[in-house]
């Protein structure tokens, strides 16, 4: 009975200690799920706050306590570190758990002015631009008529600006302004793909289907865009792994995407008021025909150098990395509405991101 008693003993010890081990891993993987579910309701509202600043890049409102499944909600609060930085905290709960994820990020656009320059300018002539005005990394040269308005220049205190013998000097209003982060708004591998992929293949050059080998060169005299055929969202894409030139007339809705420069000379000029994406990987350069008037609607962005000549009437955002020459632009205004360029370009989403994640960590308290 005694022997008995002892293994009865021992076997309800054993059954005591499996359940208390059993009990202590379901409490172990009921608090890692609410914690996952915790981080991921964080995420959920880190996710919210870059759309937002993606929408307006000086958004600070934050989001209050936001309920979501599973009994789970997340907490924002976005503060403006300085004038390019954002600080974005949000707090995900499940039950009694709680995760902290913290992301600072630069929401300086390089798309904010009418002309947006990551090198030197140069301006000649009797230009009128808009008073969101000129954003410039480097140095700035300037040759101006007699009667040119207002120039406002944005520029970092490393710039200078210097004035040809005879140009006139007061037109130029000069803003300290710090230097754009150029590597935030370069475009990624991956991001032009995505960009050629919108082209009709009717309309898409690239001999070997690698992008960015800039293996073509391709002249296209009097493009109409009204030829072109539209994606399923109705836009018209013209993508060139190289170079494309464009002769005599342009005219239509549509975007230009080229690996290599685009160029247009020989005549160049619009039918009506075009609307207009260049989306380069090298220069741009439009010398426009200066016996007739253009106007043109476009959103400009080229890795490389920009320059624009002739008599051209321009509403739009130009942003250049390299350099940039403007020369006697009859009217160079800017137009930076992501709703507008939504409307004509495939390409906006793409190339506008003005949000450049610096760092994402899980704060541990």
């Known amino acids: 009975m005694v022997i008995v ?26 608090n890692y799920q609410r914690g996952a579910q915790a981080f991921f309701a964080a995420e959920a509202g880190v996710q919210r706050s870059l759309a937002e600043l993606r929408e307006d890049n000086t958004w600070t409102d934050g989001f209050s306590v936001t309920q979501q499944s599973h009994g789970t909600n997340y907490e924002v609060a976005v503060t403006a570190i300085s004038e390019q930085l954002m600080k974005i905290t949000a707090v995900g709960r499940s039950n009694d758990s709680k995760r902290t994820i913290e992301v600072i990020v630069n929401v300086d656009s390089a798309f904010s002015h009418a002309l947006n320059i990551g090198g030197d300018l140069t301006m000649a002539g009797k230009p ?15 040759d101006l008529d007699n009667g040119t ?8 205190s490393t710039s200078t600006l ?18 754009m982060d150029l590597n935030a708004a370069k475009l990624p591998d991956d991001d032009w793909a995505s960009l050629a992929s919108h082209a009709d293949p009717s309309y898409t ?32 894409t013209i993508y060139v792994d190289g170079d494309i030139n464009l002769n005599g007339s342009i005219a239509g809705i549509g975007t230009i995407i080229a690996t290599g420069k685009i160029m247009g000379f020989g005549g160049f000029h619009t039918s009506g008021t075009p609307t207009i994406s260049f989306i380069a990987r ?10 007739a008037q253009s106007q043109l609607n476009g959103l400009t962005y080229t890795e490389g150098n920009y320059e624009m000549h002739g008599k ?5 955002v130009v942003t250049s990395f390299g350099s940039a020459i403007v020369q006697n632009p ?14 004509y370009s495939a390409a906006y989403s793409i190339v506008s991101d003005p949000v450049d994640i610096i760092t994402w960590q899980e704060l541990t308290v």
């Open 128 to 142: 009128r631009i808009s008073s969101e005005g000129v954003r410039l990394n480097g140095n700035a040269w300037f």
């Open 162 to 179: 210097t004035y040809a013998e005879g140009s006139q000097t007061t037109p130029v209003n000069y803003v300290e302004t710090p230097p």
């Open 312 to 316: 051209i009437k321009y509403t739009g």
């Open 330 to 343: 009859s009217e160079f205004t800017n137009n930076n509405d992501p709703n507008y360029w939504y409307t």
């Open 149 to 156: 308005p207002q120039l406002n220049i944005y520029a970092p």
């Open 205 to 236: 050059y690239d001999d070997d289907g690698i992008v960015g080998n800039k293996d073509m060169s391709v002249t296209i005299n009097d493009l109409d865009f009204n030829d072109v055929p539209a994606d399923a969202e109705g836009k018209r």
């Open 5 to 30: 008693l002892m293994i009865t003993m021992v076997t309800m010890l054993v059954g005591l200690a499996a359940m208390l081990v059993s009990s202590t891993d379901l409490k172990i993987t009921w």
């Open 282 to 291: 090298d220069d741009v350069l439009l010398n426009f025909d200066t016996n």
